[in-house]
T-cell receptor, first 112, second 115 residues
Framework: GNSVTQMEGPVTLSEEAFLTINCTYT??????LFWYVQYPGEGLQLLLKATKADDKGSNKGFEATYRKETTSFHLEKGSVQVSDSAVYFC???????????FGQGTRLTINP | DTAVSQTPKYLVTQMGNDKSIKCEQN?????MYWYKQDSKKFLKIMFS???????INETVPNRFSPKSPDKAHLNLHINSLELGDSAVYFC??????????????FGAGTRLSVL
């Protein structure tokens, strides 16, 4: 079946550190891949997405590249800020399907 | 103006009770969803409605019954609540039922605690 695995949290970093949150997936065909972010007390928001192999999604300084060969979609940011503290969810949607399949979420805390 | 709003935000209740969670979206979307997030933070879809019609029904106990009075509302009614129903429930909506890059918009969640 389709599944998404994220690195275990929580992750704690200092401001301006480099961030990587790993995400790998299992799916047939060519799913679309997403990163959603949940800030404290709010719902999930789409952070970025990629719909085909080698696509790079980017937003707010975050980037993730769709790697078909390694079935990965790792989230990166060069210099994190305190305001990036949130829970990050990797997700996929199989071609033609409606539902999103989520990873378990990674809680990120950035200290000043 | 909140795009997808759920009420209540917190719900604490006894085992065996019946409760409802309401969801409304003002985005004009045709499709709405309910997700459950368990204690390990896994988010799993429960139901999806497109224009008031049920299109996804995952393996969910029939104690859970979604109701969509119109395409802007998708309420979740739960009968005979059990301890294992304790979770955070998220409502979401999207413009279309299918599409590779289609974005889903989420509410802030309802934390249900069954005692």
């Amino acid at each position: 079946g389709n599944s998404v695995t994220q690195m275990e949290g929580p992750v704690t970093l200092s401001e301006e550190a480099f961030l990587t949150i790993n995400c790998t997936y299992t799916a047939t065909g060519y799913p679309s891949l997403f990163w959603y972010v949940q800030y404290p007390g709010e719902g999930l928001q789409l952070l970025l997405k990629a719909t085909k192999a080698d696509d790079k999604g980017s937003n707010k300084g975050f980037e993730a590249t769709y790697r078909k060969e390694t079935t990965s979609f790792h989230l990166e940011k060069g210099s994190v800020q305190v305001s990036d503290s949130a829970v990050y969810f990797c997700a996929l949607r199989r071609q033609g399907a409606q539902k999103l399949v989520f990873g378990q979420g990674t809680r990120l805390t950035i200290n000043p | 103006d909140t795009a997808v709003s759920q009420t209540p935000k917190y719900l604490v209740t006894q085992m065996g009770n019946d409760k409802s969670i309401k969801c409304e979206q003002n985005l004009g979307h045709d499709t709405m969803y309910w997700y459950k997030q368990d204690s390990k933070k896994f988010l799993k879809i429960m139901f999806s409605y497109n224009n008031k019609e049920l299109i996804i029904n995952e393996t969910v106990p029939n104690r859970f019954s979604p109701k969509s009075p119109d395409k802007a509302h998708l309420n979740l009614h739960i009968n005979s609540l059990e301890l294992g129903d304790s979770a955070v429930y998220f409502c979401a909506s999207s413009p279309l039922p299918t599409g590779g890059g289609d974005i889903q918009y989420f509410g802030a969640g309802t934390r249900l605690s069954v005692l």
